[in-house]
C-alpha cells in the first residue's frame, strides 16, 4: 500500500480538535451557568420573606458583592491555571482571590465580635446544617461543570485547581443562600454560609481535582 494512501485510511475518520476557549471565555460560561443555578434555585426554593427589604441594606449588599466578587475571581483563577504560560496572570489572580476571601471572613468574623454570648450561642444551633447542605449542594453543582470544562486543558498543579476551583464554589454558595435563609445571627452566617462549608467544598474540590485534572 502506498504511504499517501495509508495516510489517507488512517485519518478519514478522524475529527478536528476544537481549540480550547480562552480563560476569560470560560470565566464567562462558568458565572453565567452559577447565575443560572441560582436563578433554579429561586424556582424550587422559597425566597426569604424579607427579601425586597434586604437588599437595600447595606451590610447585605457588602456581603453579596463580596461573595460574588470571591467566586467571579476565583473561577478566573482556576481557568488560568490550566493555561500553560499564563502563570503571571494566575499569581495575580490568585493574590486576588486570597485577598477578596480574607476580607469576607473577616466581615463576617467582626460581626460576631460585637455579638452577646447569648446570640453566639443561638448562632452554633444545629439547625444551621440545612444552610450547610445548600451552600455545598449548589457548590458541588457548579464545580461538578467547572472540572469537566477545565479537564480540557493542562493543569500544572491539580492540587491548586481544585482550591481554586472550592473557593469559586464557596463564594457563589454562600451568595445562593443568602437569598434564602431568613437567619440575620452573625454567627449562624459564619460557621454555617462560610466557614463549614468552605471547608468541605475545599476538600472536595482539591480531592476530585488530583484525579480529573491531572494529565
Known amino acids: ?19 480550547l476557549a480562552t480563560p476569560m471565555r ?5 458565572v453565567v451557568f452559577g447565575l443560572a443555578l441560582l436563578g433554579v434555585c429561586f424556582l424550587i426554593m422559597q425566597s426569604r ?6 437588599l ?24 488560568f491555571l490550566i493555561r500553560p504560560g499564563q502563570e503571571v496572570k494566575a499569581k495575580k489572580l490568585s493574590g486576588a482571590t486570597l485577598a477578596i476571601l480574607f476580607c469576607t471572613l473577616s466581615l463576617s468574623a467582626f ?7 447569648s446570640q453566639i450561642q443561638t448562632g452554633l444551633n444545629s439547625a444551621g446544617i440545612h444552610c450547610f447542605m445548600n451552600v455545598v449542594v449548589y457548590g458541588l453543582l457548579l464545580g461538578a461543570v467547572c472540572m469537566y470544562w477545565l479537564r480540557k486543558g493542562a493543569s500544572m498543579n491539580s492540587r491548586l485547581s481544585g482550591f481554586a476551583i472550592g473557593i469559586a464554589c464557596l463564594g457563589f454558595g454562600s451568595l445562593a443562600i443568602g437569598f434564602f435563609c ?22 472536595c474540590g482539591i480531592a476530585t481535582a488530583r484525579y480529573s485534572l491531572r494529565w
Open 1 to 19: 500500500m502506498r504511504t499517501d494512501d495509508l495516510i489517507h485510511e488512517l485519518s478519514v475518520d478522524l475529527k478536528s480538535v476544537k481549540p
Open 26 to 30: 470560560m470565566t464567562v460560561i462558568f
Open 49 to 54: 420573606a424579607d427579601l425586597k427589604d434586604h
Open 56 to 79: 437595600v441594606k447595606p451590610i447585605f449588599l457588602l456581603e453579596t458583592s463580596l461573595s460574588f466578587l470571591l467566586g467571579l475571581v476565583a473561577l478566573a483563577w482556576s481557568s
Open 111 to 117: 460581626e460576631v465580635v460585637l455579638m452577646e454570648p
Open 182 to 203: 431568613g437567619v440575620d445571627n452573625g454567627m449562624h452566617i459564619f460557621m454555617w454560609h462560610f466557614l463549614l462549608p468552605m471547608g468541605g467544598l475545599l476538600f
